[in-house]
């Protein structure tokens, strides 16, 4: 008897299982917010397309989207049967590097991102200060270039250009207004010239 139920219970849950596949199919795949990235890009990394079963529609289907650079986040919503809706939010480029990628506001590289960004040109020898770069930027929104090497900082303006051998005393010093001539900075002290 309790063989009997098992079967059933199995044949039962087979023909639910068969039913969500066939009466439920997904009809439409809207994609929101998707600035850089194509909407068949992100449909096939989230292999969701029509046909595909409604119900069994879950956010594994997000995981190698999340994976991508250019989303900070992305969610899944399935508003009525049938219709499924991706919602994402793309990292903004913010300061283009010389390889043609770009600093997202948050630090992240974005591959190819550098003629979107509206930051300045940064330009260096060695490991990205990424951190340290965000922070000139901030500090000076007027500057036109960001160059980095292992002996320091340059911040160039239309005014000016300073340098110091580390970024928090170029930020320090950008609360006393944009550089004018040439400023190096150092822990014990300032000198200008024309």
């Known amino acids: 008897m309790v063989r009997m139920k ?19 199919p997904v009809e439409s795949v809207v994609v929101e917010g998707n600035r850089h990235l194509q909407k068949q890009e992100i449909l096939a990394r989230t292999q969701l397309h029509a046909g595909e079963p409604w119900l069994w529609v879950g956010n594994g289907h997000l995981k190698a989207l999340r994976q ?20 994402l939010r793309e990292r903004e480029p913010f300061l283009p590097l010389a390889d043609g990628n770009a600093l997202a ?14 930051g300045p040109q940064v330009e260096g020898q060695g490991p990205l200060p990424v ?3 965000l922070a ?47 400023v190096y900075l150092y822990s014990w002290g300032v000198s200008v010239s024309p």
């Open 131 to 133: 951190q340290d770069l």
């Open 105 to 118: 506001t948050d630090g992240t590289v974005l591959p190819g991102g550098a003629p979107m960004a509206k």
């Open 136 to 182: 000139l930027a901030r500090a000076y929104p007027e500057a036109t270039r960001l160059r980095y090497t292992p002996a320091g900082f340059w911040v160039e303006t239309p005014q000016g250009v300073a340098f110091a051998p580390e970024a928090r005393l170029l930020v320090k010093y950008a609360q006393a207004g944009a550089p004018k001539g040439k």
């Open 6 to 24: 098992l079967v059933l219970a199995s044949l039962f849950a087979a023909t639910l299982y068969v039913a969500s596949l066939v009466l439920f």
């Open 68 to 87: 991508d650079p250019w989303v900070a986040e992305a969610r899944l919503e399935k508003p009525r049967i049938g219709e499924v809706r991706l919602i």
